[in-house]
């Protein structure tokens, strides 16, 4: 049987000074730079969507939308699309009026579909609905909450009936569009 064989050491010549090569000192500056950085000007830097939107407002109600329209449903969908974002998107919690420290209000000032292409025949064959919705975001003072006091949107949506798409589905992308709309113009400004 042989005996344990102490480990093999290395010696060198050259004395060995702390960040001595050239490799080392470049990992050793590039892990300073990057703790400098963190500490800072990263410190600004903050996660969450909690931080896009007002920390003194809490709660919010939407109001019932108000429409010029004879199209039966539109302002509860919006409404309902509206409310559903705010829930997904935002930090905000809906409430009741009586509760509420804000409020949004909509309107959908202008709503029209027109005919967007035609056949030889003159039968429509593209269609356009184009809304213009009023919104604005108030405490419970009044004192508008958004960047600006109130916000116009407008939005196209076109549909082919013949396609298989029809006036619903294309109010329901514009209904969509609307929501997101009004959920970007509830953060503060950069």
């Not at 800072?40 to 931080?51: D, E, I, V």
């Not at 292409?117 to 003072?141: F, H, S």
Request: proline share 5%; hydrophobic share 40%; aromatic share 6%.
């Amino acid at each position: 049987m042989s005996a344990i064989e102490p480990p093999l050491q290395l010696t060198s010549s050259k004395p060995q000074r702390l960040f001595g090569n050239f490799r080392m000192r470049w990992i050793a500056g590039a892990v300073l730079s990057s703790v400098a950085a963190q500490a800072l000007g990263c410190a600004g830097y903050h996660l969450g969507n909690q931080y896009l939107y007002r920390s003194d407002i809490r709660t919010v109600h939407v109001m019932a939308v108000e429409m010029e329209s004879n199209r039966r449903y539109l302002g509860q969908r919006l409404r309902e699309a509206i409310i559903k974002d705010v829930e997904i998107n935002t930090p905000l919690t809906i409430t009741d009026p009586q509760i509420s420290d804000s409020f949004i209000r909509v309107r959908i000032a202008n709503e029209r579909k027109r005919v967007a292409g035609e056949n030889i025949n003159d039968d429509p064959r593209t269609l356009q609905i184009n809304w213009v919705v009023d919104v604005d975001w108030v405490d419970r003072a009044g004192v508008p909450l958004m960047q600006f006091q109130s916000v116009q949107i407008n939005r196209d949506g076109e549909f082919i009936p013949e396609g298989g798409q029809s006036m619903a589905t294309a109010q329901q992308r514009i209904i969509e569009q609307v929501a997101r709309d009004v959920i970007s113009q509830m953060q503060m400004p950069w």
